[in-house]
């Protein structure tokens, strides 16, 4: 009984078909947004992981240096 109404609420289909066109420019652009956002964490995140890397080598360096010593 309420379900034809509850659609009506989320789901709208224009009768003019030039209503399509914003919405799909406005979904290009936020698409686009999200793919460069996307690719913005990733390629920090790869430069984080290197410098963690790069921080555990030295650290394992440094106590293979430190455990020498103490022998």
Known sequence: MYQPFVLSLFLYFPEDKSEYGPAAITFIIFMIGAFLTMRLIIK?????????????????????????SEH
């Open 44 to 68: 920090v995140s790869k430069r984080e992981a290197q410098k963690a890397k790069e921080l555990e080598e030295k650290l394992i360096s440094g106590q293979r240096t430190q455990g020498n």
